[in-house]
């Protein structure tokens, strides 16, 4: 009796059928770990998607657009200066300049004049030209006089040598013409003579 076989009734079989179709359904088992199926796009999310694109690359436009015009009236202005430079650089020189024009005519209407004092008329021109130097040391323009100075080629230029005893070979012993630095560099070089020993016998 203990040993006998059970055989399977109707219900046995029809519990076993729901319990393979329902692991055919949920291969993971039971637990709840199955992944989520992700959310579908729809056609109004689509459409959001593609105006909000299209705001961002309207925005980018723009902004180009704006650096664009930015930079073209940067240019425009950079020009305008530059022109402006050198149509007026001088401007201020030229105003430290008429002063000085207007002593020399002057001084020529004066000398002009019958019984001059060349007493008066030497004066006028050296007041003259302290104010033209007074002019020109506003800009940093200063004299090149390197009288009893050692000849320097970098600023003298030597026009002749002269033999002499009094002084160093090499030193500058007359200025023929001064020479002009700009805010120290030279503009022109002082013409000199330079000394050099004097011959044997």
Do not use: C
């Amino acid at each position: 009796m203990g040993n006998e076989e059970q055989v399977p009734t109707e219900e046995t079989l029809t519990a076993g059928d729901e319990t393979g179709r329902a692991a055919a359904k949920d291969p993971a088992g039971s637990d709840g770990n199955q992944p989520a199926s992700e959310p579908q796009a729809t056609p109004e999310k689509l459409t959001l998607l593609l105006e909000d694109a299209r705001a961002k690359a309207d925005d980018h436009w723009q902004a180009l657009l704006r650096a664009k015009a930015e930079m073209e009236n940067l240019r425009k202005r950079t020009r305008r200066d530059v022109e402006n430079a050198h149509k007026f650089g001088l401007e201020k020189f030229v105003a430290e300049v008429l002063p000085v024009l207007d002593s020399m005519e002057l001084g020529l209407s004066a000398a002009s004049e019958e019984g001059v004092d060349t007493d008066k008329v030497r004066e006028g021109m050296e007041l003259t030209l302290k104010m033209l130097q007074t002019a020109v040391d506003k800009f940093g323009v200063s004299q090149v006089d390197p009288a009893g100075e050692l000849f320097d080629p970098e600023r003298h230029q030597a026009m002749t040598m002269q033999e002499t005893d009094t002084v160093e070979p090499g030193t500058v012993v007359s200025v023929i013409q001064k020479g002009y630095v700009l805010n120290e560099r030279l503009v022109r070089p002082a013409l000199v003579i330079v000394a050099k020993a004097p011959s044997a016998g």
